[in-house]
């Protein structure tokens, strides 16, 4: 019998604190204050549960705990491996920050119905722990539709017509892909490897080429949060929710769960051998490489900046799909390094959004002339989170660039480090000049009537200086994570 | 000549069907209710006689045991049928029953007329 | 006690009947409520017992007044009906509570003595089904149990039940009509008319004579298929359902069309399967397209249904097609999905009508319109709703996601990639269904009509709470319901894979 303290215990715990708080939220929504500190308190916890689960892990334990059996051969089981820590930790971190940027945000644009919001929200991270902790397929296909579920509530928050189009679009993508495609996925693989436990080197050695490239098209079109074209249409509808939650989606949960499961699938049920030895991920390489080109041209095209983020949002989330097809352990390490490095990144393109918005109403970033001047704090954070999109030092993108391009070239794709290049480029054509128009251009004159133009609410400035403050850090630590993912493929030497 | 021999031979059957079928053709053509359970009442005669039939064994006496017959007709499906009659009767009564309470609601037992009156959504 | 014990599988019919006699002597409708809810109460702990002993002992052969079948009528029992009757009993026993005040509520005062004698004589007729092992007795209860049902729908407030039960008589006599004709041939072919006597004699008798077998096996698929609203003969359903009185839809829904998919599937596996394997003949692939059909067809129409009634109607019709669809599949993992998915949808829509019941309760509608908002007034109720609306999509931690899980196994196993993305995509149409119904409820400011509404008493509360559980619970622990389902396929199969 595990006990509270062991790694077992840790892992329930964790799973417990999030679940745990979206029940104790609404008892204080009298109380806001109070209600904030509850998620404050539990993101707190939860990273601290995470941090001491880490500790073993790095140490090439592999804690994990057995679980209710379901069906014969299938349970809700949790392992805790490399790629899945490094998950819970970007998650399990960036909750805080979001947490302390929301109070922000939805007290200064005075938003309704707050207490379902930080309901929603804890429950949204206790299923991202859940996907991230899963040790078979079905319990992250479990945590995965939670997860849906409980974000869109927070999609749909604003509740007007335009919202519910939006959330409807939203479910149906989600929901649909994976019932359509991933289910049966899960299922096929069931039946032909007698299992659906992630294994180190994968389950279905054995299968046939066409098979396997089949079942991998299932997986990764299943997975509508990892965002491929063309199931990448919920995620610029999903930006009519307010910026926080379009800061979760991008950063934090949703998207990297679809990725994050993407990896997992391809390094655990597959295994990187038995896919590129029957050549199942060549089409993949491809089309997500395509994905990656696309929607870095639409993104040039968007006025509006939260959709223009979601295009950069998509063609950073195929890099992470396109190192998984790689399929060598480098452009997986290159791919898990990405996950940490773009959420970074891409929360604090998010929180400068947010801020804009707050303190001058402004969404098109045609209006965005001059504002540097009068938020240059935004704007900087603004000018680290594009650096380190495009992937320049001294900021975290650069390494995951750089070790993706290592795995292309390990794989002999060429074509890809061509790829990623040409996408670099078009990152600095998309994001530069907003910072060149809110610094260089002159403030329009002011209008009667316009919005005092200050900087953004005390909470957001902190939560934004934190996350650029991590795409510096992380340039310099990106070595502790490269450790830790080296961990995948070295055989574990205990469990428990 | 060998499908007429057949059929004359077994003109039994041949009522049966023709019983069965018209007696469905009523429950289906007519829109009178009352008209509907009679062809229902006809339809379950049918049935009716389709177990009775065999149950005459050619040569066979009345099923009473007696030591100077060995060939006996079959009584087992003349139990299965008044079951049956009985399970008949207590349809076509509850289908009046029916009938009678459509009537005191919609003021006629014909099912195109009913359906006029409260149409379907 | 083991006197008792033994005689259980006669009193699990016989104490219903009674009860059904004592009632209709009955002048109030409260003396009539407590002898109903008394024996609704005991019924599952007979089936519990029952099924108990099939599992452990092996099947239970009771021969009802000491006659030796094949000349008598045997009452057999193995995990396949035992599932049955258990899952027939319980969700009798969840409804008599809610009855209390549902009942009050929808029927007259003078009538509500009829009422339950009628649901008792309803529920004798669904136990006999599935308790008896000879063909005739079944059609006998079925005719007890449609009848009543009859009568129980007829009493709906609205005056459209009257014609919805007129042509619910129809159909539903025309088909155990058929059934019959069905039992006559086979009678005459084998000489008996116990369903495993007849099993072991039909291989010889399809010998001499094919022909025959082959028309009882389409009288007794098209007969039952009127029965179970088995897609296009469901005409009936949909009515039938919307008019009426709340407690007779969730009990019916849950029950009675599941009775009727037990009984074809003992006939097309336990007598027609002894004789010719039943993948292979085309009543196979027949019973397939309907079932997709159903699945499909039935959906669509649920998707632009306005009253929420209507719309579970409909859904039921689909999900029935989902039932018919393992039978069709006909292997082991296709047909465990077909039984677990027998007793989980019972839950589910239990749970969904009996939610729908309590909304009715308070504001007298169940049209979607005037259920805008209602989750904030009803939390509850609502609740439980969407829960069972999530298992009916088939979301994972849901009885409805095991369903899936078999039958897609199922039609893997078989090669049918086309089956396997026909049963995924039809949950697609779950979701608008339901998704449509959630948003509604959810997230919509509260209207008028919703506005007095509260989540009904405890006695309607708690069996939509039940059952709500019993959604999710059996979603995770589902060694009762699909491991005895599994037993149940491979007993049906008998070795086939």
């Known amino acids: ?496 | 000549m060998e499908a007429v021999h057949t059929l004359i031979n077994h003109y039994n059957y041949v009522i049966t069907i023709f019983l069965m079928v018209g007696g469905l053709y009523i429950v289906i053509a007519r829109g009178n209710m009352v008209k509907k359970l009679v062809g229902l009442s006809i339809f379950q005669t049918s049935v009716y006689l389709l177990f009775i039939s065999p149950a005459k064994i050619l040569g066979g006496t009345a099923p009473i045991l007696d030591p100077a017959y060995s060939v006996y007709s079959n009584p087992l499906p003349h139990v299965l049928i008044l079951t049956a009659i009985v399970v008949g009767v207590a349809t076509i009564a509850l289908g009046l029953a029916l009938t009678v309470r459509i009537n005191e609601a919609y003021g006629t037992i014909d099912e195109d007329e009913v359906l006029e009156k409260d149409p379907e959504p | 006690m083991s006197q008792l014990i033994a005689q259980l599988p006669a009193l699990q019919v016989v104490v219903p009947l009674l009860g059904a006699v004592l009632v209709a002597f009955c002048r109030g409708g409260r003396t009539a409520y407590f002898v109903s809810l008394l024996v609704s109460l005991l019924m599952p702990v007979v089936s519990g017992l029952l099924l108990w002993q099939a599992i452990i002992a092996g099947p239970i052969s009771y021969h009802l007044g000491g006659w030796q079948p094949p000349w008598g009528i045997e009452y057999h029992i193995d995990v396949f009906n035992g599932l049955v009757l258990m899952m027939v009993s319980a969700v009798g026993a969840l409804v008599m509570p809610f009855a209390w005040r549902s009942v009050a509520d929808e029927i007259d005062e003078d009538k509500q003595a009829w009422f339950y004698c009628m649901y008792l004589l309803c529920l004798t007729g669904l136990l006999g089904i599935a308790a008896t092992g000879d063909a005739f007795n079944a059609f006998v209860f079925l005719e007890i149990s449609s009848l009543s049902a009859y009568v129980l729908i007829a009493l709906g407030r609205d005056r459209r039940a009257l014609l919805a039960a007129f042509r619910y008589l129809i159909m539903g006599t025309i088909g155990a009509t058929f059934y019959v004709i069905g039992i006559g041939l086979l009678y005459v072919v084998t000489g008996s008319l116990n369903i495993v006597d007849i099993g072991s004699r039909i291989a010889g008798a399809a010998a001499v004579y094919p022909h025959a077998v082959i028309a009882a096996l389409a009288f007794i698929t098209v007969g039952l298929g009127l029965k179970l609203a088995l897609f296009p003969l469901h005409v009936w359903l949909p009515n039938a359902y919307t008019y009426a009185p709340s407690v007779v839809t969730a009990f019916m829904a849950a029950t009675a069309t599941k009775v009727a998919i037990y009984l074809l599937a003992r006939f097309a596996f336990g007598v027609f399967g002894q004789a010719f394997d039943f993948r292979t003949l085309p009543v196979a692939d027949i019973i397939l397209v309907l079932s997709v059909a159903a699945m499909f067809v039935a959906a669509f129409v649920a998707i632009s249904e306005t009253d929420l009634k209507r719309m579970l109607a409909y859904s039921s019709v689909s999900q029935i097609g989902y039932i018919t669809l393992g039978i069709g599949i006909a292997n082991k993992p296709g047909l465990t999905g077909s039984i677990v998915h027998l007793v989980n949808h019972a839950m589910m829509k239990g749970a969904l009508f009996l939610a729908l019941g309590a909304v009715v309760y308070r504001i007298g509608s169940a049209r979607l319109s005037d259920l805008a908002g209602i989750g904030r007034r009803m939390p509850w109720t609502m609740t439980a709703f969407t829960i069972a609306g999530f298992g009916l999509i088939g979301t994972p931690g849901t009885v409805g996601f095991i369903s899936k899980w078999y039958l897609v196994a199922g039609a893997f196993a078989a090669g049918q990639w086309v089956l396997v993305f026909l049963i995924v995509g039809s949950s697609l149409l779950a979701l608008v269904y339901v998704g449509r119904a959630v948003e509604v409820i959810w997230f919509r400011d509260t209207g008028p009509a919703a506005a007095r509404a509260t989540d009904p008493p405890p006695s309607m509360l708690a069996p939509i709470l039940l059952l709500m559980a019993a959604v999710v619970y059996f979603g995770v622990e589902t060694s009762l319901t699909a491991g005895i389902a599994e037993r149940a396929a491979a007993l049906l199969l008998g070795g086939l894979p």
Not at chain 1, 197 to 213: D, M
Not at chain 1, 262 to 275: A, P
Not at chain 1, 463 to 492: D, H, K, W, Y
Request: aromatic residues 10%; contains cysteine.
């Open chain 1, 1 to 496: 019998m595990s006990t509270i303290a062991s790694p077992a215990g840790l892992i329930l715990l964790a799973l417990a604190v999030p679940f745990a708080a979206s029940a104790v939220i609404p008892l204080f929504r009298r109380r806001p204050n109070l209600r904030e500190a509850v998620t404050l308190i539990a993101a707190a916890v939860l990273f601290a549960l995470v941090l001491a689960i880490a500790g073993p892990v790095m140490g090439d334990a592999r804690p994990q705990w057995a679980g209710i059996q379901v069906l014969p051969g299938v349970a809700i089981a949790f392992q805790v491996e490399p790629l899945g820590m490094l998950f819970a930790l970007v998650a399990s971190a960036l909750w805080i920050v979001n947490s302390i940027y929301s109070i922000g945000y939805m007290r200064a644009n005075d938003e309704p119905r707050q207490t379902g919001y930080y309901v929603c929200f804890a429950l949204a991270l206790g299923s991202t722990i859940g996907i991230a902790f899963s040790a078979n397929l079905f319990t992250m296909f479990l945590f995965y539709e939670a997860l849906t579920l409980s974000t869109f509530p927070l999609v749909t928050h604003h509740r007007d017509a335009e919202a519910m189009r939006s959330g409807r679009l939203y479910l149906l993508l989600l929901l649909g892909s994976s019932l359509l495609l991933f289910l049966p996925a899960i299922i096929i693989t069931f039946m032909l490897a007698g299992t659906v436990r992630f294994e180190p080197g994968g389950i279905l050695a054995g299968t046939g080429g066409t098979l396997l490239a089949v079942l991998l098209g299932l997986y990764v079109f299943g997975i509508g949060k990892a965002a491929v074209m063309p199931l990448h249409r919920w995620l610029p509808a999903a930006m009519v929710a307010p910026t926080p939650v379009s800061a979760l989606l991008h950063a934090v949960a949703v998207v990297k769960a679809g990725v994050f499961c993407v990896v997992k699938i391809v390094v655990y049920v597959f295994g990187l051998e038995t896919l590129a030895a029957a050549g199942a991920n060549d089409w993949l390489v491809y089309v997500g490489s395509a994905s990656l080109l696309l929607a870095s041209c639409i993104a040039l095209t968007r006025d509006n900046l939260k959709a223009r983020l979601a295009y950069s949002t998509i063609s950073q989330l195929a890099y992470i799909v396109v190192g998984a097809a790689l399929a060598n352990a480098t452009s997986i390490a290159g791919s898990g390094l990405h996950i940490a490095t773009h959420a970074v990144g891409k929360i604090t393109l998010f929180f400068c959004a947010g801020a804009i918005y707050t303190a001058l109403h402004k969404t098109e970033i045609s209006d965005m002339a001059g504002i540097g001047r009068k938020m240059p704090v935004t704007m900087t954070a603004f000018l680290i989170g594009s650096l380190s999109i495009i992937g320049l030092p001294p900021f975290a993108g650069t390494w995951s660039k750089w070790v993706l391009a290592l795995g292309a070239l390990d794989a002999g794709y060429v074509s890809v480090v061509a790829v990623l290049m040409i996408s670099s480029l078009l990152n600095v054509a998309y994001l530069l000049p907003i910072v060149a128009r809110a610094f260089f251009l002159p403030l329009p004159e002011p209008s009667a009537g316009a919005a005092k133009l200050q900087e953004a609410p005390a909470p957001c400035l902190v939560a934004l200086c934190v996350t650029a403050a991590l795409c510096i850090v992380l340039f310099f630590q990106a070595g502790v994570i490269e450790n830790l993912l080296a961990g995948i493929f070295a055989s574990p030497s205990s469990t428990g």
